[in-house]
């Protein structure tokens, strides 16, 4: 098996609902996205899939949520709560749909440099 991974980033607004502490406020976060995939068939090239086309993907996905205030921008986010644990379950939920030639395995979503969610099934 073989397992890909590949990295985006975001910058967007949120507060935590049923929280108490300073993130029930309005705040903003750069956001690490590593998305990764597992494949087991390689071409005659070498390669599986082409890191180019899962960056798109997951582009795609991280370009709706940029500078974007997630708990009234996103529909998704209007029932859940815009934690890490949460960002990350939408990604991968996302990914899933549009990534057909490799297995979507986990999502971790940094908010910051020493705090990660990772979501996987
Ligand atoms: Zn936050």
Redesign the pocket.
């Known amino acids: 098996m073989y397992e890909l991974m590949v990295k985006d980033t975001f910058a967007a607004a ?1 507060n935590l609902r049923d929280y108490k502490g300073k ?1 029930e406020r309005v ?1 903003g ?1 750069n956001y690490t996205v590593m998305a990764y995939f597992e494949t087991a068939v390689l071409g005659k090239n070498g390669l599986s899939v082409d890191f180019t086309i899962l960056k798109k993907y997951l582009r795609k996905i991280t370009d709706t949520l940029d500078h974007r205030n997630l708990n009234s921008d996103i529909a998704f986010f209007e029932k859940n709560n815009t934690s890490t644990e949460n960002i990350a379950a939408y990604i991968y939920h996302e990914l899933k749909k549009k990534v057909k030639n490799a297995a979507v395995k986990k999502v971790a979503v940094f ?1 910051s440099e020493n705090s990660m969610a990772a979501y996987y099934e």
């Open positions: 949120h993130c705040h976060h908010e």
